[in-house]
């Protein structure tokens, strides 16, 4: 585990900690927990860490600054262990620490509506962008004409589409439903 993840992981506990959800023996990237009542049942979730991105240095005349940015590589066999939650983790700065909180259902509707259908023995890329007013947009699949768009200013048509994660952008009360 590189030392930036160790950071990672820490904020991921006490994000956890936080709403009252304890851990149960987490393994590799398999996280188990639960609630702290009687009968509070367990749960399951698949933590990906974005990979080492550098910030854009220049974004010329671009009015829409990239906040950060994830970029996670996903086994696609890991799609058929049925974990209940997805949470990617990302940032530029270890200050400014990212969640992506996602219900399994969800996160398969959102691959399919952004045409990403994954082939069982590849791995899935997705880069996830963070825009000011706390938008999230999965961008894999833009290419350089579509950024420029994008970020200058564009891309409103973005809202509902599968390109779009900003609901599941720090949402730890989904995992306590």
């Known amino acids: 585990m590189k030392p930036f993840q160790h950071h990672y992981k820490f904020k991921l506990w ?15 990237a398999t996280l188990f927990f639960k ?16 990979k080492t991105v550098k910030p854009f240095s220049d974004q010329g005349s671009q009015q ?15 799609l058929l262990f049925r974990p209940d939650f997805y949470i990617f983790i990302f940032g530029q700065h270890t200050d400014s620490i990212h969640f992506i909180v996602i219900p ?8 399919e509506q952004g045409k990403k259908y994954p082939v069982f023995d ?9 825009l000011p007013g706390n938008r999230l ?3 894999s ?11 200058s200013g564009g891309g409103s048509m973005t809202e ?5 994660f900003t609901p599941f952008l720090d949402q730890w009360n989904l995992l306590t439903k």
């Open 104 to 111: 399994r259902s969800d996160f398969i509707k959102k691959l």
């Open 160 to 164: 509902g589409t599968g390109m779009d």
């Open 122 to 130: 590849k791995k899935l890329k997705l880069r996830f962008w963070l």
């Open 64 to 78: 829409i600054e990239i906040l950060s940015t994830g970029i996670f590589t996903l086994e696609t066999s890991a």
């Open 14 to 28: 006490e994000k956890l900690r936080e709403k009252g959800l304890e851990t149960t023996h987490p393994q590799n």
């Open 137 to 139: 947009l999965e961008t």
């Open 35 to 50: 609630g702290l009542g009687e009968n509070a049942s367990e749960k399951t979730a698949h933590v990906l860490y974005s």
């Open 141 to 151: 699949d833009v290419d350089a004409e579509g950024e420029w768009y994008f970020l």
